[in-house]
């Protein structure tokens, strides 16, 4: 049978049609001033995304760029920074932070669950050495949404610095940089931005760039104080991504255009449409209670594998999901993406594909209207609106 392929993995992730045409347009010079015209047009567009009254940064490399870039950049080898380690890039922070020779404390949190803001709380209060407290908005191996606004009120009580890996969070689910005191927030391209891998953005508070600029260059290839000198002039330090550039440029376009709130509204009617029809089939969602707005996982059940449902998936209906990551997950769950370029009709195709693939492997399916409780479930979660809790402030 002949389908249309479907990518709903938590990234890479669809690519509007203006999108790659920006991306495949002509070549121009990164020294010239036509990119000069692009990157102001694109820094004002993210200091709209990322909420914030500072310089954003396009860093040319991954997501995880950006985290070594926030290691390396904020902090010196010897200090201690608190690391919220709940799913595999939890542990990614406290890896970059072992490299750079800091002293990670590590505040462990069940797989699947979300960090109690108190416990950091009570860790900075034991520990006045703390220097920075390394956290996902977004934990994408698991799909849990920590809470960063609480987080940021209470180590804003301490000279701790609070960095976000905003990586499957920014342009998916509120996380206003400056009205939230967040001091270091970052992304990378290839998820709700709506562009291939490799591009890396972040942005520091005023006092994060104070411990920057204390510290001077981290890093020699993500030396972040050369970067804002290059930044303030239209640049970027080493050779610019031109062309990612290019499509960041046009996404930003397109998000401004329907306006963030409504780009937010989407996303949580996908994670509402995502989660009631993976309880009408009669399964376990994986982040129970505080959960991403950009992807779902499903816990399956003792027996069955995550591979072959997959390889199910996308050869019999066309549509590509991914499994866990880190160890025991690996099998144990299957990831749904629903971020960026993607609608209700993709989700429900994604729904369909997962249910056949299940029954097909042997599962028992809850229900046959599961793709109904699912569309009333996103009916309903756009009529209502997102959280209020999440609304942004005019």
Same mark, same amino acid.
């Given at each position: ?20 045409l ?32 500072e310089p ?10 950006a985290m ?28 970059l ?11 462990a ?8 803001p ?12 703390i ?31 609070? $960095?976000?890996d905003?990586?499957?969070? $920014?342009?998916? =689910? ?11 927030l ?6 709700g ?34 970067e ?5 002039k239209?640049q970027?330090?080493f ?16 998000l ?5 709130? =409504? ?5 949580w ?35 069955? %594998? ?21 160890g025991?997950?690996? %099998?144990?769950i ?9 609608d ?20 028992? +399916? ?8 699912? +569309? ?8 209502e609106?997102?959280?209020?809790a999440? +609304?942004?402030?005019?």
């Open positions: 049978m002949l389908n249309k392929q479907r990518l709903l993995t938590p990234g890479p992730t669809p690519l509007p049609e203006s999108v790659r920006a991306v495949a347009a002509d070549m121009i010079h990164h020294r010239k001033a036509a990119f000069r015209a692009m990157m102001e047009e694109i820094g004002q567009g993210l200091a709209e995304l990322f909420g914030t009254a954003v940064l396009p860093l040319s490399a991954s997501g995880t760029g070594v870039a926030a290691v390396n950049g904020l902090f010196a080898p010897g200090e201690k920074v608190l690391v919220v380690e709940g799913g595999h890039f939890g542990r990614r922070w406290t890896e932070a072992l490299a750079r020779g800091l002293r990670p404390v590590v505040l949190v069940e797989w699947g669950r979300a960090v109690d108190a416990q950091a709380a009570q860790a900075l209060d034991e520990d006045r050495e220097a920075g407290v390394l956290v996902q908005h977004s934990e994408t191996s698991t799909g849990v949404l920590h809470p960063v606004r609480e987080l940021a009120a209470l180590v804003r009580k301490s000279p701790a610095l609070l $960095v976000v905003g990586i499957s969070a $920014v342009s998916v =689910t509120p996380c206003p940089m400056d009205a939230w005191g967040i001091d270091c970052l992304t990378g391209s290839q998820k931005l709506m562009l291939p891998p490799g591009l890396a953005l972040i942005a520091l508070s005023p006092r994060a760039r104070r411990k920057m600029e204390a510290l001077g260059s981290g890093d020699a290839y993500f030396d972040l104080p050369a804002f000198a290059a930044n303030a239209g970027t330090h050779t610019s991504s031109v062309s990612l550039s290019a499509g960041l440029r046009e996404s930003l376009r397109l401004r255009a329907v306006g963030l709130d =409504t780009v937010y509204r989407k996303q009617a996908l994670a509402q449409m995502a989660r009631a029809g993976i309880r009408a089939l009669g399964l376990t969602l994986f982040a129970p209670e505080h959960y991403a707005w950009g992807l779902t996982s499903v816990l399956l059940p003792p027996g069955m %594998e995550a591979a072959p449902l997959l390889a199910a998936a996308e050869k019999q209906h066309g549509v590509v999901m991914a499994g866990g990551q880190g025991a997950l690996k %099998e144990r299957v990831r749904i993406g629903h971020m960026g370029y993607v209700y009709a993709d989700l429900a195709a994604g729904l369909y594909a997962f249910a056949r693939s299940y029954q097909e492997l042997g599962g028992f +399916l809850g229900c046959r209207n599961y793709l109904e409780q699912a +569309l009333e479930a996103y009916r309903t979660a756009l009529d609106g997102i959280p209020a999440y +609304l942004l402030k005019k």
